[in-house]
């Protein structure tokens, strides 16, 4: 079965310093994995997706992921952070069956400080 | 811009009350799913449908919950009688494809819940 954890449930950073969202996953079958965000009441929307294209991912807003599958990660980071930054962020793998459902961690909460 | 809709964006009823929350997936998308978020629990996956048909409906309470595709541009997702623990926020989101295993998932704004 799929799974994946999201390591530390709030992490702050200043602004401009480097953003590391850490992300590990469970998978039986090779993932496909995703990081969404969520704006203060807004739905999710998304940043990045490995679709085993590339493991090194672009997403918008300046994040990227990197695919590892000797440490089965796939930590989200931006080199420097801004204040809109601050949001929760989810990982998140496809479930097996080729159903297109996804498999959410439990949410990380970024605060940015100035 | 397409996006997913939902109605109402805030809803406080009382317990007992029938809530009914109502979803538009983005026009040609046939995958729409209902998730529930709290604080303590945070995003669980209530139900799925492909092509209007339930695929999944397992994370959801049968006795009180249940989901429908009447046509391809209306989800609903009724709670009858509503609970104050059904208090959350619940999205619904589209995807594009027939179950690619790759979909981006397009959520909605959400329902707030408040069940007093």
């Known amino acids: 079965a799929q799974s994946v954890t999201q390591l530390g449930s709030h992490v702050s950073v200043s602004e401009g310093a480097l953003v590391l969202l850490r992300c590990n996953y469970s998978?039986?079958?090779?993932?496909?994995l995703f990081w969404y965000v969520q704006y203060p009441n807004q739905g999710l929307q998304l940043l990045l997706k490995?679709?085993?294209?590339?493991?090194l991912v672009k997403g918008i807003n300046g994040f990227e992921a990197e695919f590892k599958k000797s440490e089965t990660s796939f930590h989200l980071t931006k080199p420097s952070a801004h204040m809109s930054d601050a949001a929760e962020y989810f990982c998140?793998?496809?479930?097996?069956?080729?159903?297109?459902?996804?498999?959410f961690g439990q949410g990380t909460t970024l605060q940015v400080k100035p | 811009d397409a996006r997913v809709t939902q109605t109402p964006r805030h809803k406080v009823t009382e317990m007992g009350q029938e809530v009914t929350m109502r979803c538009q997936p983005i026009?040609?998308?046939?995958?729409v799913f209902w998730y529930r978020q709290t604080m303590m629990q945070g995003l669980e996956l209530l139900a799925y449908f492909r092509n209007r048909a339930p695929l999944d409906d397992s994370g959801m309470p049968k006795d009180r919950f249940s989901a429908e595709m009447p046509d391809a541009t209306l989800a609903t997702l009724k709670i009858q009688p509503s609970e104050p623990r059904d208090s959350a926020v619940y999205f619904c989101a589209s995807g594009p494809r027939l179950a690619a295993l790759t979909d981006t998932q397009y959520f909605g704004p959400g329902t707030r819940l408040t069940v007093l």
């Open positions: 998978s039986s079958v090779p993932p496909y």
């Open positions: 998140a793998v496809s479930g097996s069956g080729n159903t297109g459902k996804l498999i």
């Open positions: 026009l040609g998308h046939n995958t």
């Open positions: 490995y679709t085993s294209a590339a493991t």
